[in-house]
């Protein structure tokens, strides 16, 4: 299939242009734009009940997935997440995997595995709900984010980001939650956890954190009257 | 108290093909609107959009009704503005602003996104009402209903036809992409800014059965048969609220 | 120091790389990510001044980072969508909307701005910040939208959601946009700023206020 990413790095939209029939692409609940009518969608639970509650439970993805097979060449199959923020996609080439955190997955084709890798007892997140998915295989992944996606090649000297800001990382780097700062800084740093990330590795940090937009519209919320 | 009066005829039409002096910057992620006004033209736009203006412009809250309108359809759109106001969406309330002297307007939609200008020269547009940011000359507008159909595609409830001589601007939520449809294509509702051409559009379930309408998480999707163009936007504001939603406290 | 922005205008991140033993002060909240070396202190005025700020407006705290050991870089951004833009500070200072500071040189004062100013904004937790500063120093600000310079040349009104910075010469009024209950209650505009004199004025092209009451009111209702 083809691809291009449209409206970098703002709005990212994903436009696929399948090339034959048959050709699929496994998409993120609630993603798809636009189609041809003649492109065929079916919603399933990915890898059976199991897999998909497993999924649903730890990994803060929706239960269900859908599944856009083509029926022609040249059919149009249009994406694009919730947040306002950028599309990445890598060519996995079945050797290095990728760990995402939940809420970044977008679509793959289904040649690429995905999988929850249970890191959210270590605290990896400060937020409720967000864990790690390992995606391991061939093909495209689409992750998304909210704000610019900005990767950090990590070498030897290590680097340190917040917790919540981060959108991915692969596989051949160590990471470790901590507090930045002493207790006093922990309470008005108004910095919360950050990792410590070491090894050879690439880092995608996203640029703007969804409890900060949660925080500015929590306001603007209507009360519920009891 | 500031008397309500509908839009009268007595905006100056621009002449064809001269258009509007104005600019449109920081697209096409948080574009804004500069329009020059010449004295005796009349800028009108959506109520909430305005960012600047130099001094010596008057503003005049309008109520946004077809020209043509007689008493009871500037009635009927005086409730549905009333209605609209309070169960959100857009109100449909305008400002007009002009000067005696030349003076500059500034205008900004609420959400992240683009401005685009069209020049209309009398063919129709139809427009997601969200989607309506401001124009100047002989437009007329109209709200359509989208029927039941409609409503139950929430975003889908009502359309603005927009025809005429003048200057529109419109925005998108994210950035515009327009496709050209030969063949029948589906959008979901949210996604949709407008559209123009021989096209016809019907609202529907995406396809996947009772489980695909229950399951899919797409809602309903409109269906374009015909041969047109459609133009979409980026972002879907049904889908940010999802999105949002479980991470709220 | 260096501030190098990327990812304009929607999603801009700045990065300050830090000569060693340099210091950049920062917006607390703001920092993405920094290489190891970088070394944080919060409240570099003590917890003091932190309380007068408090007291002064809102709870307002800044971290100051500095590179140990050698050169280091910290990443910055600010919570919403947007652009932002590094502003050199003259003698006569700036006034600067509190949610659209994000970092500046530790030479710039920011104090906050008392006195009727909590009028001036619609939404509430948004102040005045004051910033001088007494050589050369610079103020990273940020906004929702894209930034955009004005020059007030005589008199400019602005509705004041899209603020960002305004150069201290300036003299200023604020009022209601519309006349009348009604054309104010209908007309969707807020409060406006009316603008005499000479001067720069940095605004931005969304207002959040506008955004928050649009999405809040399609989110579900909150408990408290």
């Not at chain 1, 699929?24 to 399933?44: F, G, I």
């Not at chain 3, 020059?151 to 300036?170: E, M, P, R």
Request: proline share 5%; glycine share 14%; net charge neutral.
């Amino acid at each position: 299939m083809h691809y291009d990413i449209l409206e970098k790095p703002d709005f990212s939209l994903v436009r696929v242009r399948f090339q034959a029939p048959g050709e699929q692409l496994l998409v993120e609940s609630a993603a798809m734009v636009a189609k041809h009518s003649s492109v065929d969608m079916k919603t399933q639970m990915q890898g059976g009940l199991l897999g998909a509650a497993k999924r649903k439970l730890l990994g803060g993805e929706s239960l269900f997935q859908n599944t856009f097979t083509a029926s022609a060449a040249g059919e149009e199959l249009w994406l694009a997440p919730g947040p306002e923020g950028d599309v990445e996609v890598v060519e996995m080439d079945g050797q290095t995997p990728i760990f995402l955190s939940s809420g970044a997955f977008l679509a793959s084709a289904p040649t690429v595995q995905i999988d929850t890798k249970w890191g959210g007892a270590k605290g990896f997140f400060s937020g409720a709900g967000l864990f790690l998915l390992a995606a391991q295989g061939t093909g495209p992944l689409f992750f998304c984010a909210y704000g610019g996606i900005h990767a950090v090649d990590v070498g030897p000297a290590g680097y340190i980001c917040d917790t919540s800001h981060i959108v991915g990382f692969t596989g051949g780097l160590e990471y470790q939650v901590t507090k930045v700062g002493g207790m006093k800084s922990l309470f008005f740093s108004g910095e919360g956890l950050v990792c410590r990330f070491q090894g050879q590795g690439r880092l995608w940090i996203s640029t703007r954190n969804p409890s900060g937009l949660v925080s500015f519209l929590q306001p603007f919320r209507t009360v519920q009257s009891s | 108290m500031q008397q309500l009066q509908p839009m009268g005829p007595g905006s100056l039409p621009a002449p064809p093909g001269s258009g509007v002096a104005h600019e449109i910057s920081h697209g096409p992620s948080f574009a804004m609107l500069r329009v020059d006004l010449a004295p005796g033209q009349t800028l009108v736009a959506e109520a909430g959009a305005m960012v600047a203006r130099s001094q010596n412009v008057t503003m005049a809250v309008k109520l946004n009704a077809s020209p043509s309108a007689g008493f009871f359809a500037t009635l009927k759109a005086l409730v549905i503005a009333f209605i609209r106001k309070f169960i959100g969406g857009e109100t449909f309330i305008v400002n007009h602003f002009s000067a005696s002297a030349p003076g500059r307007v500034w205008l900004a939609p609420s959400l992240s996104g683009h401005v685009a200008h069209r020049r209309m020269n009398g063919e129709k547009l139809v427009l997601s009402t969200g989607a309506y940011l401001a124009h100047v000359g002989n437009l007329d507008i109209q709200m359509k209903f989208g029927g039941l159909s409609g409503i139950l595609a929430k975003e889908g409830a009502f359309w603005l036809e927009v025809s005429g001589v003048g200057d529109l601007w419109f925005t998108s939520y994210g950035g515009i992409e327009a496709v050209d449809v030969t063949s029948p294509f589906m959008v979901d509702n949210g996604h949709i800014v407008g559209y123009e051409g021989n096209l016809t559009m019907n609202i529907r379930r995406p396809g996947g059965g009772m489980m695909g309408l229950v399951a899919s998480g797409e809602g309903l999707v409109c269906e374009f048969t015909g041969q047109g163009r459609v133009y979409l936007q980026s972002r879907n504001l049904g889908s940010l609220v999802n999105w949002l939603s479980p991470l709220l406290p | 120091m260096r501030f190098d922005i990327q990812y304009r205008p929607a999603h801009s991140l700045a990065k300050v790389s830090l000569d060693p033993n340099e210091s950049v002060v920062a917006e607390s909240g703001a920092m993405v990510g920094m290489s190891t070396n970088i070394q944080m202190q919060t409240q570099s005025g003590g917890l003091m001044s932190g309380l007068k700020r408090m007291f002064g407006g809102e709870s307002f705290f800044r971290n100051t980072f500095t590179a140990a050991n050698g050169p280091g870089e910290v990443l910055l951004a600010h919570s919403l969508c947007g652009d932002m833009v590094v502003l050199d500070v003259p003698a006569a200072g700036y006034f600067i909307q509190s949610s659209s500071y994000i970092a500046s040189t530790p030479n710039v004062s920011i104090e906050t701005k008392v006195g009727g100013m909590k009028t001036f904004f619609a939404g509430e937790g948004v102040f005045v910040l004051d910033a001088t500063a007494s050589g050369p120093g610079q103020v990273l600000v940020g906004a929702f939208g894209g930034i955009q310079e004005l020059v007030c040349d005589g008199s400019l009104v602005i509705d004041t959601g899209h603020l960002v910075a305004w150069d201290k010469s300036l003299t200023y009024q604020v009022g209601k946009s519309g006349s009348g209950w009604i054309a104010s209650f209908l007309s969707g505009e807020g409060l406006v700023c009316h603008f005499q004199g000479q001067g720069r004025i940095w605004i931005q092209t969304r207002n959040p206020a506008a955004y928050g009451q649009e999405i809040g009111a399609l989110l579900p209702p909150r408990s408290g």
